[in-house]
């Protein structure tokens, strides 16, 4: 993958994860990186439990990633102790 593919699926994969665990986001920034780690973590978890995605091509990566980042993101909540805001 160039580098323009491993950008524009780190965004959709973060922003997808952000949406899907009740958040706004990180920003564009923060998203992307969210969605980048997310593939590492997803190929990782994927690997591990001797699965493939459903999908072949850029939509299974896409997925993938997605599944990686939130798992990420939920790991980052529970080391952060929740997202509760005080009024």
Known sequence: MDFLT?????LV??????FVMGGTGYGIIG????GIVGAF???????QLGVSS???????TIFV???GAVVLLFVLRL????TARRA
């Open 6 to 10: 491993w950008i524009i699926v780190g």
């Open 13 to 18: 994969a973060g922003v997808l994860a952000s």
């Open 31 to 34: 998203d992307i990186i969210i």
């Open 41 to 47: 973590v997803g190929g990782w978890l994927f690997a």
């Open 54 to 60: 459903p999908w072949g091509g850029l939509p299974g």
């Open 65 to 67: 990633a997605f599944i």
């Open 79 to 82: 080391i952060r102790g929740g």
